[in-house]
């Protein structure tokens, strides 16, 4: 199956931002930007792969290895289509952008 470009906007909230730092900025490297916020981090990146439940999985188990106790609310565009997630857990259903 081939990669599929993806626009990221999230916001990720642990209990130990400082251990998951490194990690996003290594995900995320020069793809996008985070920006540290009382909360945690917002996070909007383009990044490219199978499917925005892959690249979910991926980020929010690569944070978890360093601390388990992290949560991710995440957005993923590809064209008009747009899924919801929090954590691993899909948020609705795909809708396309502007309805």
Known sequence: MAD???RLKARVSSSNLFAIKPVLERI???KG???QTEQGFEVEADLQGESARALNRMILSELRKVEKRTQIRAE???GNATEKFFDYV???TP???GK
């Open 4 to 6: 599929e470009k993806f």
């Open 28 to 30: 995320i490297a020069n």
């Open 95 to 97: 809708r396309a952008q």
């Open 76 to 78: 993923w565009t590809s």
């Open 33 to 35: 930007t985070i920006k």
């Open 90 to 92: 899909p948020k609705g």
